[in-house]
């Protein structure tokens, strides 16, 4: 296999497999001094990359801490104008989404029987219809 070659399920890191590993089991602060080592567009990539990937999305957001909001945009598309505004504040961007998650869980309950379809229908009878037939 040649350097440019992945796998068809792969999806790349924009940093060596080894500085990714060490960013990813690294505490916050430390983290973002492992990027902010990084050149800002290689920096604004792998925030990207994190913030797309659920389980890294607070990676991704203390990653874009350090990159300024066009080097987000050039990565993320408009999107990068989002992240660098989520970025800004990272604890408040993670606690609103979590109320967010809480929030949204606690609203799920069963069908109460005043909202619940019958299973079987009436007949509907058209006025109009001659049951005289029936009689006969």
């Not at 290689?42 to 990653?63: D, M, P, Q, T, V």
Request: hydrophobic share 40%; aromatic share 2%.
């Amino acid at each position: 296999m040649n350097a440019k070659s992945h796998s068809l399920n792969e999806t790349s890191a924009p940093v060596p497999e080894n500085l990714f590993g060490q960013l990813a089991s690294a505490e916050p602060a430390d983290a973002v001094k492992i990027a902010s080592e990084l050149p800002l567009e290689n920096r604004a990539r792998l925030a990207a990359f994190c913030y797309g990937k659920r389980h890294l999305n607070h990676l991704g957001l203390l990653i874009a801490s350090t990159c300024d909001r066009m080097s987000l945009r050039r990565a993320m598309g408009n999107a990068g104008d989002v992240v660098f505004k989520q970025s800004r504040d990272v604890e408040k961007t993670l606690a609103a989404e979590r109320g967010r998650a809480q929030s949204s869980s606690s609203k799920i309950t069963l069908a109460s029987s005043a909202n619940v379809v019958p299973l079987h229908r009436h007949a509907i009878v058209d006025e109009d219809d001659d049951m005289d037939d029936v009689a006969n």
